[in-house]
């Protein structure tokens, strides 16, 4: 059975998700709500502690509680990268027609603030190890962040890394200026005759970082999830490693898997 502070905040959230409840509305004072749910003020106070580190309400000091804005939610699968490998060989105007975040959002290209910084980096022992080099091995340490327009807080943060040797016979590569990219990182390996078989990720989550959460506007100590990727060519290497990370309020991971027969 679930505890009283869980069943109150599944009414509350439930209020909020059906727009009974706007966004910016001003929350029942805390002395309403313990009439309303006859609970005790500690019990409350769980409730709203867990919604606000699910970022459904916001507390200000000598105001109140409020619901909170509604952030752009992306909805990302498995099925993603093959689609990124279908696009490969298309020409540079169909790339550029469609992206992978208007695909994950459902929003027009135009809506995205999309940045990107390009580092030169060394290997250390977990990206060595990852990538399958020594450690010291040059590195392009890639940054992006992207935001809808309207919001002021990223969806996304990813830092990516490549092995300077498998991309240095296209210089375009090294720019940063040659960003966003139409086609991604599966359409830029493409160009120095690197095609991608494999991809894995691992995902977990954990409460955010202070610096994540100012990042992300979070909550201290909301969800984060934090994934890495990991891509691999056709002949076994590991030539991208990269460290995605959305806070948990604004992502949806799902995953289709086909299963054979069952042998006997």
Same mark, same amino acid.
């Given at each position: 059975?679930?505890?009283?502070?869980?069943?109150?905040?599944?009414?509350?959230?439930?209020?909020?998700?059906?727009?009974?409840?706007?966004?910016?509305?001003?929350?029942?004072?805390?002395?309403?709500?313990?009439?309303?749910?006859?609970?005790?003020?500690?019990?409350?106070?769980?409730?709203?502690?867990?919604?606000?580190?699910?970022?459904?309400?916001?507390?200000?000091?000598?105001?109140?509680?409020?619901?909170?804005?509604?952030?752009?939610?992306?909805?990302?699968?498995?099925?993603?990268?093959?689609?990124?490998?279908?696009?490969?060989?298309?020409?540079?105007?169909?790339r550029l027609s469609?992206?992978?975040?208007?695909?994950?959002?459902?929003?027009?290209?135009?809506?995205?603030?999309?940045?990107? *910084?390009?580092?030169?980096?060394? $290997?250390?022992? @977990?990206? +060595?190890?990852?990538?399958?080099?020594?450690? =010291?091995? !040059? #590195? /392009?340490?890639?940054?992006?962040?992207?935001?809808?327009?309207?919001?002021?807080?990223?969806?996304?943060?990813?830092?990516?890394?490549?092995?300077?040797?498998?991309?240095?016979?296209?210089?375009?590569?090294?720019?940063?200026?040659?960003?966003?990219?139409?086609?991604?990182?599966?359409?830029?390996?493409?160009?120095?005759?690197?095609?991608?078989?494999?991809?894995?990720? *691992?995902?977990?989550?954990?409460? $955010?970082?202070? @610096?994540? +959460?100012?990042?992300?506007?979070l909550t201290p =100590?909301? !969800? #984060? /999830?934090?994934?890495?990727?990991?891509?691999?060519?056709?002949?076994?290497?590991?030539?991208?490693?990269?460290?995605?990370?959305?806070?948990?309020?604004?992502?949806?991971?799902?995953?289709?898997?086909?299963?054979?027969?069952?042998?006997?």
């Open positions: 059975m679930a505890a009283k502070f869980d069943r109150i905040a599944a009414d509350l959230r439930h209020r909020i998700e059906s727009s009974e409840l706007q966004p910016g509305d001003r929350l029942p004072s805390e002395t309403a709500l313990l009439e309303e749910y006859g609970v005790s003020l500690g019990t409350l106070r769980r409730a709203l502690d867990l919604l606000e580190a699910e970022q459904h309400i916001e507390r200000v000091h000598g105001r109140g509680t409020f619901v909170r804005a509604r952030r752009t939610r992306l909805e990302r699968s498995s099925a993603r990268y093959q689609w990124e490998k279908n696009r490969v060989p298309l020409s540079e105007e169909e469609e992206g992978a975040s208007e695909r994950d959002t459902g929003l027009p290209l135009e809506r995205f603030v999309f940045s990107a *910084r390009y580092e030169e980096a060394k $290997a250390d022992e @977990d990206l +060595a190890d990852a990538l399958g080099v020594a450690v =010291g091995t !040059p #590195l /392009l340490r890639r940054t992006y962040r992207t935001r809808v327009s309207d919001e002021s807080a990223p969806f996304a943060l990813v830092v990516s890394h490549l092995v300077v040797s498998h991309i240095e016979g296209n210089p375009r590569l090294m720019d940063e200026t040659a960003e966003p990219w139409p086609g991604g990182t599966q359409h830029q390996l493409s160009t120095v005759g690197i095609e991608v078989e494999r991809i894995t990720d *691992r995902v977990i989550a954990r409460p $955010a970082t202070a @610096d994540e +959460a100012q990042e992300f506007e =100590g909301a !969800p #984060l /999830l934090v994934d890495r990727k990991t891509t691999f060519s056709t002949d076994g290497r590991a030539v991208e490693v990269a460290d995605n990370k959305w806070p948990a309020d604004r992502m949806a991971l799902s995953f289709e898997t086909t299963l054979e027969k069952a042998s006997r």
